[in-house]
């Protein structure tokens, strides 16, 4: 079995457009939703075993706030900067290249590309709003599987619902 955790950012900072876009910070309530997700995620039965995020502020600074409600070590998240302006083509060759050890991760990056692959993974996820966790389970014991199988499972949720 395969966990599969998109994490889209969460709310980000405008107030100074001085600042290059990755170097964008996470506003408050963006850091209280990020929190309450890592609590709603600590609280299920699957829990990612790695975390992948992009380089970008607001992209680390969700997975690090996630990271620290569910017990994952802040210096264990792998940051690649394939998840930041990237494509459904190379998220999936992320996932791909996904060492068949592990049975759940967490990629948290950013729209539209996380909206799409949620989408092209489950036609259920036709948007992921700001915070929102898309999860996927499959029946497999190889990342290269996803995206050419189905989920056996799908849910999404975020700060909202």
Same mark, same amino acid.
């Given at each position: 079995?395969?966990?599969?955790?998109?994490?889209?950012?969460?709310?980000s !900072?405008?107030?100074?457009?001085?600042?290059?876009d990755?170097?964008?910070?996470?506003n408050d309530?963006?850091?209280?939703?990020?929190?309450?997700?890592?609590?709603?995620?600590?609280?299920?039965k699957?829990? $990612?075993?790695?975390?992948?995020?992009? $380089?970008?502020?607001?992209?680390?600074?969700?997975?690090?706030?996630?990271?620290?409600? @569910?017990?994952?070590?802040?210096?264990?998240?792998? @940051?690649?900067?394939?998840?930041?302006?990237? !494509?459904?083509?190379?998220?999936?060759?992320?996932?791909?290249?996904?060492?068949? &050890?592990?049975?759940?991760?967490?990629?948290?990056?950013h729209? $539209?590309?996380?909206?799409?692959?949620?989408?092209?993974?489950?036609? &259920?996820?036709?948007?992921?709003?700001?915070?929102?966790?898309? &999860?996927?389970?499959?029946?497999?014991?190889?990342?290269?599987?996803?995206?050419?199988i189905?989920?056996?499972?799908?849910?999404?949720?975020?700060?909202?619902?």
């Amino acid at each position: 079995m395969k966990t599969l955790f998109l994490v889209r950012h969460a709310k980000s !900072s405008r107030d100074d457009p001085s600042l290059p876009d990755r170097e964008r910070p996470l506003n408050d309530r963006g850091r209280h939703d990020a929190a309450a997700m890592g609590k709603r995620m600590a609280g299920r039965k699957s829990k $990612p075993r790695l975390i992948v995020s992009s $380089p970008a502020v607001r992209a680390l600074t969700t997975a690090q706030l996630i990271a620290d409600q @569910i017990g994952y070590a802040y210096q264990d998240i792998v @940051i690649d900067d394939s998840l930041y302006a990237s !494509s459904v083509v190379n998220l999936l060759a992320v996932v791909h290249a996904l060492d068949n &050890e592990l049975d759940g991760v967490m990629l948290c990056g950013h729209n $539209p590309e996380f909206t799409d692959l949620a989408h092209r993974l489950s036609g &259920e996820i036709t948007d992921m709003p700001t915070c929102a966790v898309a &999860e996927f389970h499959y029946d497999t014991k190889a990342w290269g599987h996803v995206g050419e199988i189905t989920p056996s499972k799908v849910t999404l949720y975020s700060p909202k619902t």
